[in-house]
């Protein structure tokens, strides 16, 4: 007897976890269907954030921020011993494309954006920090050192957070088929018939709604499914990271990479240093995807250029990329809008939905999304749980 869903999701990275939560806290069925291993692709390969995206604000996406930040509080909530609340650091040389004066105002907003209440909240705060601080950051380099600000975001290990989701969403009666690869799709009225390959063997299944969480998988699964619905053109993105040996304590610094004024996160990360990231086009294999040389030099660069200690050739322990997906555009990709799509086959009773891009921090509130742009295709079902208070634990 073949199994029937009411949604069958493709993908067990952040998003396609936080689909099954929601779609099992609704009371739906649902089929998690994953090739490799959950949070095997971007999912352990972002830099482990939890915010708001401070530096969104300076191309206008002030409705992206307010989300983040939202889900961000929300997060450190239901999430405590997964994700952490953590200082940064923002150094202003002389030589800084930002000035203190267009930080301040910016981190201003960011804090009025995340719900101000009080200056005091640690949530929302940020200061100005003395110079007579500036010995406690972690060796920063302090020659033509004009200011320092600190503020507040979160951190996380994505892949845990990724793997607590997806338990969460079991515990609901969500279904997890691990490994298995989707092999096709054949949609009709009633929604779509699903053939993927486990252990060898062809299996199928009925659902009301096929949802692509894929990452850059996503038009590859569209092109195997029949009738063919619309791809939406898109371009890969590549960030890599390293992990660096030694040790950055204080906090987490948000610099500007010498060489091109872009955003760099210097960090902790499991007794060691992590550098991160870059924006590189890529258009192979997304399973293909490695480090490039080029990046790995570019991130040891800004790394050294704020941090002395780093000059004597860092021992670079790993290095580690993850692929973004954005929709094709104008203008370089750090500076692309960053809104994740839901694209639907249809837009009455729709059968398939393709998540494009989409961030760590909001993921919860897309699979939400999701789940209501859904609503008038998926049946009547009692709902079980809300995930915004949905406990996840390590």
């Known amino acids: 007897m073949t199994s029937r869903y ?3 999701v493709i993908g067990g990275g952040i998003h396609g976890a936080g689909i099954a939560q929601a779609a099992a806290a609704g009371g739906f069925s649902v089929l998690v269907l994953e090739q ?17 995206g401070l530096r969104y604000l300076e191309s206008g996406q002030m409705a992206l921020v307010r989300e983040c930040l939202h889900e961000r509080e929300l997060l450190l909530k239901i999430a405590p011993d997964l994700i952490q609340r953590q200082p940064f650091y923002i150094p202003i040389y002389s030589n800084t494309t930002r000035r203190p004066a267009q930080l301040r105002l910016g981190l201003s907003l960011y804090a009025l ?34 200011a320092v600000f600190e503020y507040w975001d979160g951190q ?29 799709a054949q949609l009709n009225e009633e929604g779509c018939s699903v053939s993927y390959q486990h252990n060898g063997q062809i299996f199928t299944c009925e659902t009301t709604v096929l949802v692509n969480a894929s990452g850059p998988w996503v038009n590859h699964v569209l092109a195997h499914i029949t009738p063919a619905p619309l791809q939406l053109p898109i371009e890969l993105v590549q960030g890599t990271h390293l992990v660096v040996s030694g040790t950055i304590t204080h906090g987490i610094y948000y610099v500007e990479a010498p060489k091109d004024q872009r955003a760099v996160f210097v960090m ?46 860092p021992e670079i322990l790993s290095a580690f990329v993850g692929l973004r997906v954005l929709p094709v555009g104008e203008g370089k ?29 909001a993921y919860r509130l897309t699979a939400e999304r999701v789940i209501q742009r859904l609503i008038t295709t998926l049946p009547d079902r009692a709902i079980r749980a809300d995930t915004r208070t949905l406990i996840l634990s390590s």
């Open 113 to 146: 954006l995340g719900g101000a209440s009080s200056i005091v909240d640690k949530a929302v705060r940020f200061r100005r920090v003395p110079r007579s601080e500036w010995d406690e950051l972690d060796d920063l380099e302090t020659n033509d050192l004009e």
């Open 6 to 8: 009411d949604l069958v």
């Open 268 to 313: 902790p990360w499991q007794g060691n240093t992590l550098v991160g990231t870059t924006e590189t086009l890529y258009k192979g294999d997304p399973a293909a995807v490695q480090p490039l040389l080029h990046e790995q030099a570019y991130l040891l660069q800004t790394l050294t250029h704020y941090f002395p200690a780093y000059r004597q050739s």
């Open 333 to 361: 990709a750090f500076s692309r809008p960053r809104e994740t799509i839901l694209h639907v086959d249809r837009q009455d009773y729709p059968r398939v939905l393709t998540v494009y891009g989409g961030k760590l921090t």
């Open 156 to 184: 996380t290990d994505d892949a845990a957070l990724t793997r607590a989701v997806m338990r969460s969403a079991q515990a609901l009666g969500a279904h997890l088929q691990m490994p298995a690869t989707f092999t096709g």
């Open 36 to 52: 490799h291993g959950l949070a095997s692709g971007t999912s352990s390969r972002s830099s482990k954030l939890i915010h708001g």
